[in-house]
């Protein structure tokens, strides 16, 4: 009998093996047989063809960061309990390992060794789903393991802010897992699989999920992010495609190893929703700087014209107070400042005074955390729209670049 951890060891390569060599047969397999049960007629839905949809593991960087939002996201702190440098390495191994049998979609066999392989919440195979595993490094992993002279230089502890009421059990973390997916349950099904992999090396320090509204644009209007639980759309200005080399990947300022990584700012912000749902329409949009029903800047056009600041010197159209102006103020000196935002609402039921646990995942990635997203935040401080959030948790991490082939795996070059 093989104690659980040799198990995992053990398997985990014979399963990537096994999984990806059976995905594609398995997806046209499940998609046949889906056909094949409405073709007379019957209630059975078409397989969704966003369940075949693949979003590749390896790349110069990681998928899930640059990649267009699927609507369901975990975000998973982990602590490292690896007795040796090497133990972490096998576990960051067997992560990336997984990651790319999970991405791709495969029919797992039953069992290995008499122990069963999958969860099988998904069935006998599981889809793509879009699903992508991105994985970060937290600053406290770099104080053990000899790992101090390879720290990236922005990557520090998160730090506390005027107006921040942080819960330690829901903040920092030596590994990062940040999954996303177009269904809630190959989320599960993912976390369930990477942290059983794993379990003698990593532990959960703090996990939460998190979800995308459905797209309700009006007819009319252009299609822009989704709304967050104030009601407003989130995430409209985003640094271009072309701009994400200077704005969000790091380059020759971070060691070898890192170069085509980024760092991530994932915040847990509670709204205190019954509170604002008291605030008149007007004194809402004032505080955010944008129509609530169209997104459009309160200095007018639609949700995709940007701010007239220059025009406005006095804050008469959009307060020098909105929170808009505050975080992008669109001048040169802060053209360098704007980070890329992926956040995504959260919900968590009610809190022990029965009021609404509710708010955003804010997750940003940027090239330099000081630069960058901390005098953005040190501009917030105080802005009108504190009353009505409050940031409970999250973290700092660094995103290492992708995994270069199929024999590489995330983080490889920091154990070279």
């Known amino acids: 009998m093989i104690d659980r951890r040799t198990f995992l060891r053990r398997s985990a390569t014979t399963l990537a093996a096994a999984g990806a060599g059976a995905s594609l047969h398995a997806l046209e397999s499940s998609a046949n047989a889906v056909a094949d049960s409405t073709a007379d007629g019957g209630s059975a839905a078409l397989l969704n063809a966003s369940l075949t949809q693949r979003v590749?593991?390896?790349g110069l960087h990681q998928a899930g960061v640059a990649t267009k939002p699927p609507p369901q996201a975990i975000f998973i702190a982990l602590d490292s309990i690896a007795d040796s440098r090497a133990e972490l390495a096998e576990a960051l191994?067997?992560?990336?390992?997984?990651?790319?049998?999970?991405?791709?979609?495969?029919?797992?066999p039953v069992t290995v060794e008499g122990?069963?392989?999958?969860?099988?919440?998904?069935?006998?195979?599981?889809?793509?789903?879009?699903?992508?595993?991105?994985?970060?490094?937290?600053?406290?992993?770099?104080?053990?393991?000899?790992?101090?002279?390879?720290?990236?230089?922005?990557?520090?502890p998160m730090r506390t802010f005027p107006n921040d009421e942080l819960d330690p059990a829901q903040c920092h973390g030596d590994v990062l897992l940040q999954l996303r997916a177009g269904s809630v349950d190959t989320n599960l099904h993912a976390r369930r699989d990477l942290l059983n992999a794993t379990r003698g090396a990593l532990q959960v320090r703090w996990t939460i999920d998190g979800f995308l509204p459905p797209n309700r644009t009006r007819k009319g209007?252009?299609?822009?992010?989704?709304?967050?639980?104030?009601?407003?759309?989130?995430?409209i200005a985003n640094p271009t495609d072309a701009e994400l080399d200077h704005l969000v990947w790091a380059g020759s300022e971070a060691p070898e190893w890192a170069r085509g990584g980024t760092y991530a700012v994932v915040r847990i912000i509670r709204n205190r929703?019954?509170?604002?749902?008291?605030?008149?329409?007007?004194?809402?949009?004032?505080?955010?700087?944008?129509?609530k029903d169209t997104g459009a800047p309160l200095s007018g056009g639609n949700a995709l014209t940007p701010p007239r600041y220059d025009d406005?010197?006095?804050?008469?159209?959009?307060?020098?107070?909105?929170?808009?102006?505050?975080?992008n103020p669109r001048t040169s000196a802060t053209d360098g400042q704007r980070i890329l935002r992926r956040g995504y609402n959260y919900a968590r039921g009610t809190d022990g005074a029965g009021q609404l646990d509710e708010g955003l995942i804010f997750a940003s990635y940027q090239r330099d955390i000081h630069r960058q997203f901390e005098t953005i935040q040190e501009?917030?401080?105080?802005?009108?729209?504190?009353?009505?959030?409050?940031?409970?948790?999250?973290?700092?991490?660094?995103?290492?670049?992708g995994a270069r082939g199929s024999d590489d795996w995330v983080g490889s070059g920091l154990f070279a």
Do not use: C
């Open 115 to 156: 122990i069963t392989v999958d969860s099988g919440i998904l069935g006998p195979s599981f889809p793509p789903d879009r699903l992508t595993v991105t994985v970060g490094f937290g600053a406290s992993l770099f104080d053990r393991y000899g790992l101090a002279a390879q720290r990236p230089g922005s990557l520090v």
């Open 221 to 235: 209007h252009p299609v822009v992010a989704g709304r967050n639980l104030l009601g407003f759309h989130d995430g």
């Open 379 to 401: 501009r917030l401080i105080d802005e009108p729209l504190v009353d009505y959030i409050v940031p409970v948790g999250g973290g700092y991490f660094f995103l290492p670049p």
């Open 56 to 58: 590749p593991f390896e």
């Open 273 to 291: 929703v019954e509170f604002w749902d008291r605030v008149s329409l007007r004194e809402q949009e004032e505080m955010i700087g944008r129509r």
């Open 93 to 108: 191994r067997t992560l990336s390992v997984r990651a790319r049998v999970l991405s791709a979609g495969a029919t797992p």
């Open 312 to 327: 406005d010197p006095r804050g008469e159209k959009v307060s020098l107070e909105a929170h808009i102006r505050l975080a």
